[in-house]
């Protein structure tokens, strides 16, 4: 089964390290990826996606290497914790056509096929809504409309449920939950992730562990209220 190859990939940034020797073969259909904040999870992400080259090693999506970013577009899609950084059009119909030009889609295909896909979803009186008029709960679902749109065999996920209200996430949760592509959710939150078939515990830019949730969260769980009993942050108070 094809999917996500990581071999002895390490990322510096300013001179630096921030993810060492990471070698993961990622094929799972849910995969969580744990770590507190500073852990390099989310560096780990842009690594994936092709946002940021590795410093060593390699990154192969589907077995084309990740930096080769628009023949990712069908393989990859990236759903980012705030969907402000992602919108890029004024209108629901711009933004949701933009990756089906990129892909050589006539005018009259992207049109039928945003159309189609707002229909689907019980939204068609979204089509020339302003992207900016929508709630933070709508712009997100937006977000995962236009990557869907692309049909990625993998989607990336970013702190998906940050910043919504409950009724929404439980909307997003089941609609991601009925997806069909992979998916790799990256979180500092053990509940967003316990439901996935294989968990990977980033801590200081590192694999520290890799298995079944059940296995990774209780220790995770028990190594964050350790480091929460002890007053971890008092050195800068000097």
Known sequence: MAGIELINASVSLAGKV???DISLCLTEAR????GRNGSGKTTLLR???GLIPPSTGSVLIEGTPAT???SLLPQLGILFQNPDHQILFPTVTEELSFGLRQIGKTAAETEAEVAALLASEGRSHWARANTHSLSQGQKHYLCLLAVLLMAPRTIL???PFAGLDLPTQARLARRLAALPQRLITISHDPAAVAACDRLIWIEAGRIHADGAPAQVLPAFTQAMALIGERDADTDLAD
């Open 18 to 20: 921030i993810l060492s």
């Open 31 to 34: 995969i969580g990826i744990l």
């Open 47 to 49: 690594l994936i996606a």
């Open 68 to 70: 080769d970013r628009r």
């Open 157 to 159: 996920l970013d702190e």
